[in-house]
Every structure is written in C-alpha cells, then in structure tokens.
C-alpha cells in the first residue's frame, strides 16, 4: 500500500488498509477530539481508511472479501480438506454439522454507526470541498455495500440500517425481504459508481471497483431473488455494469496470473487487479497471511526412507500447520489440458495418459506446461521445489512431506515394518498442497514470525468480472456471449491457443446442471478463482438457488436442489514411492464427508442473538 501523506499534526500516516494497527488507536489521533475529526480532509479521510480495513478484512471466513480465512474456507466445498485427519477445524459446515446455536455473526452495528456519522458529517460541512466530499461519500455508499453483501450471502434479508440511530429509537429492527436487501445494496454501488473517481490509489475504491462488486452482487441477486430467470432485471445490471467496464473479446485488461498471486512486487503492478488489500512487512509476517495456513512442516520426523530419497536440508517449521487447506483431485481433475494436437480436454481424456513413462509426464507435464498455465500457479504437486527452491517436496508414499496417517501410506506398517510418510500429521493427506497466494522468494526459518513481508490480497479483479459477464448472458440463454466472454481468462490466464478454446466451446450448450456448456462453466471459473473470497461455495450454492427457484416470501420457492459437488468424499493421489504409478483413493477428515441439505442455502441466525434482536429466524432452523 502506498503511504498516503496527512498534513498537519497527523505527521505521515501509513495507509490503514496496508497495516493491521488500528489508526484510532494510535497517537497522535487519539489526541484529536471528535469534533476535530470533521475540520479537516485529511482527517475525515484517515478515519474511513479504518472503515475500509475493518470491512475488507471481515474474518466472516464464509464469506470473506480479503483475508487468510478467504483461502482456508475452501474446504466448504470439495476443492480442499482443511486440517488433518484428526481435526475438523474450519470443515463444521462441509459435514452439515452447523447449527442454530453457531455464530457466523451478523451485521457490525459499530461499522455502521461509524459510517452513518461519517455520511451526515460530510454533507453538513462547509469546510470541506464538493469535489472531497463527492468522493467520501461515494467511498462510504461502497463500503457500507460491501458490508452487507457479506451478511445477505450468508442470511439473505437483513435489517436496513441506512442513516445514523439515536439512543431512544427502537434497535428491535425487522429485517427486509431478500430482494430489499439487495436492492439497497445495488442502490448504494449505483450511487458509488458515479461518485467515485476512475482510478484510484491502491487500496482505495474506484469506479470499476463499484461496478466489480455490483457483478458480483448481481449473478447472486438473480439467484436468490428471481429463482435465475432469464429475464431477471440483475442480469441485466450485471451486463451493464460489465459494459461500462469495459470489458472486450481480448481481455486486454486481464494480467499472468501468477503475477498477481506469486509475489509481492508483481500483484501491486497488475493492472488486472481493481481494488487490493494490503499488509505491510512493518507489522506483518507469514503468520498474517495464507501463507502460514497453507504451508507445509518438515522437522526432520520421517521414515529412513525418506531422509536417504528425498532428504530436506532445512527447516521447514510452520509451527501447527494442521489448519492446512489441502487441494483436492477433484479440483487438479478441472484443470484442463492441451493434448498432443494441441485441442483442448480434460486431463482423464488426453493422450499423455496412456504415453506417459511416470506421473510427471502422465498427469503434470511439469518440464512442458501442458495443463492450464493457472495449475502450476495454484497446485504443488510431487517433486516441485517449495521455499525459494531450497527444498525439493514429495508427497507420494513414504515422501517427506505426505502426511503418514493418510491413504498415500495406508498400510505402510504391514509393507515396510514402519509408519511411512511425515509422523508429524502436519502435512498433506491428499497428494497436493497450495501454493497459490504464496510468494516464490519466501525462505523457510524456524520461526515463521521472523519472516516480515508485505501482501497483497485481491477483493476484486477483472477476471472475475469477465466470467461474472459470461454467468449473466448464460443464465439468459445467450449462448455466443457466455462464451465470448469465457475465453478471455482460458486465453490470457491458462494459456491455450484462442482458436482451440473456440473449438473447445464451439459445440457445447445449455444452461442447467449436467449441461455441457453450464459444466464447462462451472470448471472454468473454479479453477480462475479457487481460494479467492471463498468463490466456489457460492457459485455453487447461487446456481442450485436458481434451480430451486429462489427465495419468495422468506421461504424457499421449493425444497430446494441437493448440490452434487457438494455431497460425497474427498479425494487425493497416492503416487508409489518410484514415481512411476498411481492411484486415487477417497477420504474424510474427522468431520466425515461433505453432505448438503437445502437449509443451508441461508445459514442460522445464532439462536441468542435472535431472540435479543427480535428477526425471525432461517427456513429449516428453527
């Protein structure tokens, strides 16, 4: 984040967004009355910086815009197993184990005062320019937008809160129906969308942000509140707000993605990315990021084997890695693949499959690039080099960083006399890890707190909008557009040939589950987005809203769809300890496997909170 300059006797200010100290906190602000807040720009300025961290870093980890939870919660769907086979961790919610009685939290009352006071004081001032305060309020109307999408995914109707409340009112307020709830989201970005500038600073909302969100908001509008008609009036504000960014056939606004997830200095320079949360290297280490969750431990704690095969020369000590979120089979096999006559297909139906001599050349390609170029900035798959290549990792049978209470190496007492793999249990119990959102310069030391770095974390980026256009023309039957709107991200980020991503899609069609073009879909965007704002949960859980016909009256248009993607085991790879054969296995973590009811299209209200509120509770949980 760049350091934004405060006159007077703020002296020079770090952008709040870029650190996690709070600026209410610290000197010399908290000196300044109240009132004082309000005599000037930069003040006012400085205190909706605080706004903007405290929303983008919301830890409503279902939910999330921009935090290390955002990565973690892949595991509510199939993508991922979080933690290790004896820990659930953040999975409750994959196992239909939640309950009534839960708290995913509601909307931050305190947040909204906070922004309420900011609106009223800015339009009474006389000191304070038209064109400041045009911008402010533009900025206010965004953020308090994206507070309440991350509340309207999780509950639908909430209680409207649109101005500042005084003491003696009634605070027992009704909640809306869902379609004004996002109605009065949608308001508040088309009302940001012609106040704020262009361009801004990083980490400061612009124009394109507000029109980014407003896609994002209006595919999952569609879905809940007209059941995904193909008339629906969000589609039609989704395309709009996509026109107006100016999205085109070339993707000319589209980065590499690694550029934009692999390091520090690269994801601040895409100019792909529209609005980014940052961390500073002042008050940030590897615990601070996903980095830390993500990563693998070594310690030295595996079999004689494995210290004479694939010995680590370092520490790799990431201290209780079991709140890992390691990739699935499931989520590599969407990876697709360009085969010998360079068409497109997936990995289970090219011919490396049958010709490859080991699993290298069978299944990764790794020294060739044959799979979408997104897999090798997302996937670490065996024999990659992890840690600024200090460190060759293998995460087949008896490998060193393959977790020795998983399938990989089922039976390895009986095979070899011994508990294959890394004893540890701190490592992956699928075949896979993430190293998408880790920096390739990062080096392993014994303490992961001693690793400073600034990060940077992308709330909205222009891939998504492309594919947030292509969802909306899908969803209205218009077929040519879906898919001239998908092939700007298999072009730019997967790198495939654009003739033969126009081949790919030529014959594909349809719009509902189970139809060649929707899955082809379903793939594309899983693999673009994985790990980002917990994407994949609510892709899926917005299309079986469409086919169940959306939420009318508070209740469910009908019983709701069961998500297939949501349902079932998950699987990994159990590669042979040569490398040259394999086989895929099925697994839970102690949660047991992912199981979907309706219900869960709206989450529960914790049942305490409810009662004191006075809002009525979610169909199905009361």
Known sequence: ???????????ILSFCLVSCKKFLDTKPYDKITADQTWTSENLTTAFIYQI??????????????????????????????????????????????????????????????????????????TLFSEAYKKRSLGELHFLRASHYFIYAKLYGGLQIIDRELSPTEDL?????????????????????????????????????????????VGVQAAAYVDGGSTNSVYYDK??????????????????????????????????????????????????????????????????????????????????GMDGGSWPTQDLVDDYLVKDVDGSIKPW???????????????????????????????????????????????????????????????????????KAGNTENYNSSTGYAMIKYQYDHIISLPNP????????????????????????????????????????TMVKHAGFDESKVTGYLAALTGNTWGTSLFEAYKRERNVEMVYENNDAYWSLLRWGMRTSGGVKNGEYATNGYVIPELQGSLRGIRISRDGKTYSFFQDNNSVGEARFTPKRY??????????????????GWD
């Open 172 to 216: 027992q307020i009704p909640r809306k129906s869902i379609k004004e709830t996002y109605d009065f989201i949608l308001s508040d970005l088309d009302i940001a969308s012609q106040a704020l500038p262009p361009t801004a600073e990083r980490g400061r909302a612009s124009t394109a942000a507000a029109y980014a969100l407003l896609m994002r």
């Open 52 to 125: 903007y961290a405290d929303v983008l870093s919301s830890d409503s980890w279902l939910a999330a815009y921009a935090s290390p939870n955002s990565a973690r919660a892949e595991s509510s769907t199939k993508n991922a197993m979080t933690g290790t086979l004896n820990g659930p961790f953040w999975s409750k919610d994959r196992a239909e184990l939640m309950t009534k009685n839960d708290d995913y939290k509601w909307l931050n009352y305190n947040l909204l005062w906070r922004i309420h006071t900011a609106m009223k004081k800015i339009q009474e001032s």
């Open 348 to 418: 289970m139906d090219a011919s490396y499959v049958s010709t490859g001599k080991n699993v290298d050349e069978k299944m990764y390609f790794s020294s060739t690039k044959k799979r979408d170029l997104r897999f090798y900035s997302t996937i670490l798959y065996d024999s990659c080099m992890y840690f600024n290549n200090q460190a060759r990792v293998f995460f087949r049978r008896d490998g060193n960083v393959s977790n020795a209470n998983s399938k990989i190496n089922e039976g390895s007492v009986e095979e070899y006399g011994y």
């Open 238 to 319: 989704t395309i709009a707000a996509g026109t107006a960014l100016g999205l085109n056939a070339s993707g000319s606004q589209l980065s590499p993605y690694a550029n934009m997830f692999r390091a520090y200095e690269t994801a601040i320079a895409a100019p792909e990315i529209i609005l980014s949360r940052e961390r500073s290297k002042i008050n940030s280490s590897l615990h601070d990021t996903p980095i830390q969750y993500q990563g693998l431990w070594a310690n030295g704690n595996y079999s004689a084997y494995a210290k004479e095969h694939f010995p680590i020369n370092v520490t790799m000590n990431f201290w």
């Open 1 to 11: 984040m760049k350091i934004y300059k405060l006159i007077g006797v703020l002296g």
């Open 602 to 619: 709206l989450i529960p209200i914790n049942e305490a909170f409810r009662l004191q509120s006075g809002v009525k509770q979610n169909p």
């Open 449 to 488: 707190g001693d690793q400073k770095l600034d990060y940077s974390y992308s709330v909205f980026r222009y891939g998504e909008a492309y594919l947030n256009m292509a969802e909306a023309y899908l969803m209205k039957g218009d077929f040519a557009n879906a898919k001239a709107y998908m092939t700007p």
